[in-house]
């Protein structure tokens, strides 16, 4: 177990629906991410949160949502999305956002296929 | 932009050969973490140098930085077939004490048995 969990683990999801990712940490961490992964790309960071509060948003389209209700969990709300966003999203935690000395931890990601 | 780029982008070997990747990266870095992917799973942290160290070693591992080349390289001795995995490199370039890990596209190794 790598103390990040993710749900679900595959989604299949037409461009006219709505959904959500869920990620939680039980590490007692205080920062989270989300990450895009995408084939022959670099992992591109989405979004982080640190102590709850959104600290960075590298340019993410509205269609994706971010929420953190608490530092355990993370939900990316999804919408009206389009092919080219189909990819592994991954989550990750690490001690705090910003302590580049902090290792991060990842989820084991979800597998999205937009039809 | 991206920061790290691994090189080579494959490589595949026998079981109990060494595997070297390398990593180079453009700007002034306060440390370097290397990750490892098995397919279809979250990456994993294996070590982390910092810019003042020259070398460092976890297990089987061997990391090295070359901070004047704006390089680094991880070594894996006497692989194993469960070595079979993406690596990436991150770098943390941040200044102002605020920093985010900035990855590479990885280097997929293949060790056949």
């Known amino acids: 177990e790598t103390g990040v969990t993710q749900t679900p683990r595959h989604l299949v999801m037409g461009m006219t629906n709505k959904k959500s990712l869920k990620c939680e940490q039980h590490?007692?961490?205080?920062?989270m991410y989300w990450y895009k992964q995408s084939a022959k790309k670099p992992l591109e960071l989405m979004f982080v949160?640190?102590?709850?509060?959104?600290?960075e948003n590298n340019s993410v389209p509205s269609r994706f949502s971010p929420e953190c209700p608490n530092s355990s969990h993370l939900f990316l709300h999804l919408h009206t999305l389009q092919p080219e966003d189909s990819a592994l999203y991954l989550c990750?935690?690490?001690?705090?956002?910003?302590?580049?000395?902090?290792?991060?931890?990842f989820g084991n990601g979800t597998r999205l296929t937009v039809t | 932009s991206q920061q790290g780029e691994e090189d080579p982008q494959a490589l595949s070997i026998q079981e109990g050969e060494n595997a070297t990747m390398n990593c180079s990266y453009k700007?002034?870095?306060?440390?370097l973490q290397w990750y490892r992917q098995n397919s279809g799973r979250g990456l994993v942290h294996l070590i982390l140098?910092?810019?003042?160290?020259r070398e460092k070693h976890s297990g089987r591992l061997r990391v090295t930085l070359d901070t004047s080349k704006k390089s680094s390289s991880l070594l894996i001795t006497a692989s194993r077939a469960a070595d079979t995995a993406s690596y990436f490199c991150?770098?943390?370039?941040?200044?102002?004490?605020?920093?985010?890990?900035?990855f590479g596209k990885g280097t997929m190794l293949l060790v056949s048995p």
């Open positions: 990750a935690s690490s001690q705090e956002a910003g302590l580049g000395n902090s290792p991060l931890h």
């Open positions: 700007t002034s870095i306060n440390n």
């Open positions: 590490l007692g961490h205080n920062a």
């Open positions: 991150a770098t943390d370039a941040g200044n102002s004490g605020y920093s985010t890990l900035t």
């Open positions: 140098i910092r810019s003042n160290e």
């Open positions: 949160y640190n102590f709850k509060e959104q600290t």
